[in-house]
């Protein structure tokens, strides 16, 4: 099955500044790339995707590439906010196929003021 | 603003009773996922269903958990019996087959 790993586990910038997660998959045949933001005792929530028919979506401060040859995508956030704070996570799966989304273990942004 | 809709929202339970939780997917979405989330283990999917037939429950122990959608409008989840081992939140989702899956609220299920 797929597996996906997630960089880094923790990540701490400064108000203002950028933040890039990395996420690696497994599996050749997965084709979409959702990303999800979880606040503390909320529900994970559906920021942004990318189907594996793109190399790169934006969405106002947000964006997400994908290397198809690396098995490789990566979430951006620009102009970071204290807002922003929360657990991303990425995932991956193969439409139409037998195996749910695959998530990544997270990774615990903090904005700094 | 439609959302996917989990009862109970908190669960408190002696090991060894009987849970079950419900979940009612959006109206018109075809697919249905229930995931477990704990900090040592993060997301595990325990069940996907598509168009209400199970398609993966891989990662569900099948000696106490269970899952089912005996229609469109809800999809369940039991334990029997549970244990402490068991206390976790359990999210349900639903999504199309085109990929996406919105998560509901989530159980907090604490297993004593």
């Known amino acids: 099955g797929e597996n996906v790993e997630q960089h880094p586990s923790t990540l701490s910038v400064q108000e203002g500044d950028s933040a890039v997660i990395k996420c690696t998959y497994s599996?050749?045949?997965?084709?979409?790339f959702p990303w999800y933001k979880q606040e503390l005792g909320k529900r994970p929530q559906l920021i942004i995707d990318?189907?594996?028919?793109?190399g790169e979506k934006k969405d106002q401060r947000i964006a997400v590439t994908l290397n198809k040859t690396a098995k490789h995508f990566s979430l951006h956030i620009t102009e970071t906010q204290p807002e922003d704070s929360a657990v991303y996570f990425c995932?991956?799966?193969?439409?139409?196929?037998?195996?749910?989304?695959?998530f990544g273990k997270g990774t615990h942004l903090i904005i700094q003021p | 603003d439609a959302r996917v809709t989990q009862t109970p929202r908190h669960k408190v339970t002696e090991m060894g009773q009987e849970v079950t939780m419900r979940c009612q997917p959006i109206?018109?979405?075809?697919?249905v996922f229930w995931y477990r989330q704990t900090m040592m283990q993060g997301l595990e999917l325990l069940a996907y269903?598509?168009?209400?037939?199970?398609?993966?429950d891989s990662g569900m122990p099948k000696d106490r958990f269970s899952a089912e959608m005996p229609d469109a409008t809800l999809a369940t989840l039991k334990i029997q019996p549970s244990e402490p081992r068991d206390s976790a939140v359990y999210f349900c989702?639903?999504?199309?087959?085109?990929?996406?899956?919105?998560f509901g609220q989530g159980t907090r299920l604490t297993v004593v």
């Open positions: 995932a991956a799966s193969r439409v139409g196929g037998a195996d749910g989304l695959t």
């Open positions: 599996d050749s045949a997965s084709n979409y």
């Open positions: 269903f598509r168009n209400r037939a199970p398609l993966d």
């Open positions: 109206l018109g979405h075809n697919t």
């Open positions: 989702a639903s999504g199309f087959e085109a990929g996406e899956a919105f």
């Open positions: 990318i189907r594996s028919n793109v």
